[in-house]
Each structure stands twice: as C-alpha cells, then as structure tokens.
C-alpha cells in the first residue's frame, strides 16, 4: 500500500499500468493498493447461472460501450451500498460505490474517459439506462472499477458483455481487484500478485478496442 500522490490523469494511468489502483478513505491522505492475492475473471470464466441467461435470452436489452459514461458514473455513485464486504470499496460487488466514488474521484475517471482510458458500458432496454459499469482499459485488461443496475441483473449483463467485447477485442483478462461472494459466482478468482503484475506487463501494451457497437444481449445465451 502507499499514500499520497494526486488523481491527475499522468499519475492515473501509471499506476494502473503498475497495477496499482486508489481507495479513498475519509480524513486521511489518498491511498492507493496491489492486493496479493488479485482477483480477476478470466474471459471466457464468466459464469451465468440459468436465470441469468434466461434474462439473456427474454429481456430484448441492448448493450453500447461509451455512450454514457457520465451517466453510468453517476448511477455508480449514487447507489447506496458498503460494495465488497470487509472492504467497503464497492469495486464491482454490484451494490454501488457511494462510500468511495468521491466527487474527486469522479471528476478524475471522466478526465480518463475524456483522454481514452477510462471505458462504459452501458445496459439499455430501449432508450432507458438500466445498468452498466466503467473501468480503466490497459492493454489487455479491463480493470473495472463499479458497476450498477436499476433493473434486476443488469449489471451481471453489463459484466458479460464485456468479457465478450474484450475477447473479441483481443483482450485477456477482467481485473475486479478483489473477489467478493457476488463476483465469486459470476466467475472471479484469486490470481497470485507476482503472476498477475507478470501478465499485465505483457499485454498492456496491446491494441486493444472495445467495440462501441449497439448490440442485443439474446447474443450472449
């Protein structure tokens, strides 16, 4: 763990190219934290249960990328919600990330999107917003940082959704940071630190796009 630096978009994306990721906590100064061990979702590790990809199949939702990353920010934030138990970070338990997605914190991950590193995905049942997540692309990772939903299972959507995308995009790995019992049904597990820091050296340079395509969910069950 370490303290203090800044949020600026130079110091941001060094640390995540480190795996490096910050943490706010109240009244003290900004730390910033490597788990060991890591948790990740290999790509095509994305568990889904039958009613999920009953959903899958029966809601007529559509997926984009990067079309309201603003709007999924916000609906990250505002959920209520502690996020990962014994953690309060939130990350991608599913729950929300009020207590940590700070107005500095928000600010700094839309300069990220505004320069190209910080990424939406977005759940739509028609033109309506239902769920969705954001993260920090670095090569061939997907760090995602909160996901939220505002219609049952759009949020486990949005996260396989992604895993597609990203394996389609030439992408390896889904970094949820640390495994939660939510995320451990979804697919997560624990990767060593050492083995983790290896990986992400080797592919964080790769090119590596989301398609930003709208597309129907029923594709993925």
């Known amino acids: 763990m370490g303290i203090g630096a800044d949020l600026e978009p130079a110091t941001l994306v060094d640390a995540y190219r480190r795996g490096i990721f910050p943490w706010p906590h109240p009244g003290a100064p900004l730390p910033w934290f490597s788990p060991d061990p890591r948790g990740v979702i290999p790509l095509d590790g994305v568990r889904r249960a039958r009613s999920l990809r009953a959903r899958l199949r029966r809601s007529g939702w559509e997926t984009t990328v990067d079309r309201a990353f603003a709007a999924v920010l916000a609906g990250c934030a505002d959920r209520p919600g502690v996020g990962a138990p014994g953690s309060g970070r939130g ?47 670095v090569g061939g990772v997907f760090t995602g940082e909160s996901m ?61 796009r989301l398609s930003t395509d709208r597309l129907p969910v029923a594709r993925l069950s």
């Open 91 to 137: 990350d991608l338990a599913g729950q929300g990330g009020g207590t940590w997605i700070t107005p500095p914190m928000r600010a700094a991950y839309q300069r990220l999107h505004d320069l190209g590193h910080a990424h939406s995905l977005e759940v739509w049942a028609g033109d309506e917003l239902v769920g969705g997540l954001y993260g920090v692309g």
């Open 148 to 208: 939220f939903h505002l219609a049952s299972d759009a949020s486990k959507v949005a996260l396989v959704d992604l895993a597609a995308r990203l394996a389609e995009a030439g992408g390896r790995l889904i970094d949820v940071q640390m495994v939660t019992p939510h995320l451990a049904s979804l697919g997560a597990r624990d990767l060593p630190r050492a083995e983790f820091l290896d990986l992400l050296a080797r592919v964080r340079d790769d090119p590596v």
